[in-house]
């Protein structure tokens, strides 16, 4: 079946340093990627995507390439601040292996102190 | 910006009463799905919903849980006799043309 690793939090930087959370996938048929962003006491939102290899999504500085060759799908940001503190959580479709159903990851959380 | 709307935020119940929790897509979107999210665990899929019918449901998604689109707006996750183990965040998405899914702010759903 499908699955998404995630690698474990909580991350803590300080400002203005670099981020990456690596996510790395398994799934049948050819999969879209997905990061998504919960900041505290809100719903999910939709950070990113990419929907075939070698495509980089990108937002709000954020950016994640698929690499199909490797299954990942790491999200990065040059210059994290306070307010990115959320927890991030990558995810996959794979329509040809499971329908419309998103796939998550196990979430990473961001903490970014001054 | 067009949003998922869910009511209630938050809901406290007995075990054993029937709980509705109720979504409001984006106009034009066609395809719902309800997760769950049980506090510190990931985000877990329970059933998606496409013309008015089931499309897909999880092992999680039993006899006890029931979906439907009463009035051709709202999208209604019931659970027809709660247990303890139904504490979780629950999440509406909604999807139109694209792949996207669109999630609401949750429902807060505690059991006692």
């Known amino acids: 079946g499908n699955s998404v690793t995630q690698m474990e939090g909580p991350v803590t930087l300080s400002e203005e340093a670099f981020l990456t959370i690596n996510c790395t996938y398994t799934a049948t048929g050819y999969p879209s990627l997905f990061w998504y962003v919960q900041y505290p006491g809100e719903g999910l939102q939709l950070l990113l995507k990419?929907?075939?290899?070698?495509d980089k999504g990108s937002n709000k500085g954020f950016e994640a390439t698929y690499r199909k060759e490797t299954t990942s799908f790491h999200l990065e940001k040059g210059s994290v601040q306070v307010s990115d503190s959320a927890v991030y959580f990558c995810?996959?479709?794979?329509?040809?292996?499971?329908?419309?159903?998103?796939?998550f990851g196990t979430g990473t959380q961001l903490k970014v102190e001054l | 910006e067009p949003e998922v709307t869910q009511t209630p935020s938050h809901q406290v119940t007995q075990m054993g009463q029937e709980v509705i929790l109720r979504c409001v897509p984006i106009?034009?979107?066609?395809?719902f799905y309800w997760y769950r999210q049980i506090l510190g665990q990931k985000v877990e899929f329970l059933v998606s919903?496409?013309?008015?019918?089931?499309?897909?449901k999880s092992e999680i998604f039993d006899d006890q849980f029931s979906v439907e689109r009463p009035d051709g707006s709202n999208f209604t996750l019931k659970i027809r006799s709660t247990k303890l183990e139904d504490s979780a965040m629950y999440f509406c998405?909604?999807?139109?043309?694209?792949?996207?899914?669109?999630f609401g702010p949750g429902t807060r759903l505690l059991v006692l």
């Open positions: 995810a996959l479709i794979s329509i040809t292996g499971g329908g419309n159903k998103l796939t």
């Open positions: 106009s034009n979107h066609l395809y």
């Open positions: 990419a929907t075939k290899a070698d």
């Open positions: 919903f496409y013309n008015n019918e089931i499309s897909e």
């Open positions: 998405a909604t999807q139109g043309q694209d792949i996207t899914q669109y």
